[in-house]
């Protein structure tokens, strides 16, 4: 039997739980801190990163450098995960919390709306409790499953965040959902504008057709305060280098008015 060693831990980083009543269930909230954290006083925004258990790393790593050389603002980013011990358990509950009823192919257990409700009464009042945070500065990301849940979001509780990344949400089968599920979206006050930027990769066949409709659909529908921009990477496939570019250049993207 191997011997077992403590978990590597990031630089500037911290693990917080939080049982949601919600949900009926624990999280594990990873939180990278910005380098000039402990040094200030000044608040700062947050992005929350699903699939945490994954992509936390990713974020806390490329969000350092997007600081040091694209000018990204410095970030809060918040990892919300399950802390499992395989892969298999992992997806069994993102599956249950990012699934949307409806949608086809989504589990007949899903409670995506309870987990929407968990982050945004629970989860983001514990960050703004415990950090230095900007609450009326908030971003949501995920990839796969976790961006058609971030889309979820949008058209659920579009004012919960006011910036949105979403990378391969596998519109070939969740399309039609979304166009029959916006009155939210448009009924919101434009003065409260949002960024919203989408991603798919070249070789995502199956999604490129429905992905050119989706943004042209938003961008053409009149929803109040929202400004879209979206990329097709090059020879990327689902679950290949986009998801590290999606992170990456959907920060650049949604903070585009700051200044450095």
């Not at 608040?43 to 990163?49: D, F």
């Not at 899903?110 to 950090?131: C, G, K, R």
Request: hydrophobic share 35%.
């Amino acid at each position: 039997m191997s011997e077992r060693y403590p978990r590597a831990a990031l630089f500037g980083t911290e693990e917080r739980t939080l049982f949601s009543t919600i949900r009926g269930r624990e999280y594990h909230l990873s939180v990278a801190l910005p380098d000039s954290y402990k040094t200030s006083t000044q608040a700062y925004p947050v992005i929350y990163v699903l699939d945490g258990d994954y992509n936390f790393g990713v974020a806390a790593g490329l969000t350092r450098f997007s600081n040091w050389f694209r000018k990204v603002p410095e970030l809060i980013i918040v990892g919300i995960g399950y802390d499992m011990e395989t892969s298999d358990e992992f997806a069994a509950l993102r599956d249950l919390d990012f699934d949307i009823p409806g949608v086809p192919g989504a589990s007949s257990e899903s409670v995506s709306h309870l987990f929407l409700d968990a982050l945004t009464q629970e989860m983001i009042p514990f960050i703004n409790a415990n950090y230095r945070t900007i609450p009326s500065d908030r971003c949501l990301q995920g990839y796969s499953s976790g961006g058609f849940f971030v889309l979820y979001a949008l058209f659920r509780q579009p004012d919960a965040f006011q910036r949105y990344i979403s990378g391969s949400a596998i519109l070939k089968s969740t399309y039609d959902y979304w166009i029959h599920h916006d009155a939210q979206l448009a009924a919101r006050n434009g003065s409260n504008p949002i960024q919203l930027y989408l991603s798919v990769g070249e070789l995502e066949e199956d999604d490129i057709p429905n992905f050119r409709r989706f943004v042209t659909f938003l961008e053409q529908g009149n929803y109040p305060g929202l400004t879209v921009s979206s990329e097709i990477y090059a020879g990327e496939g689902h679950g290949s280098e986009g998801i590290a570019l999606t992170y990456l250049h959907g920060i650049a993207m949604v903070y585009p008015q700051v200044e450095r």
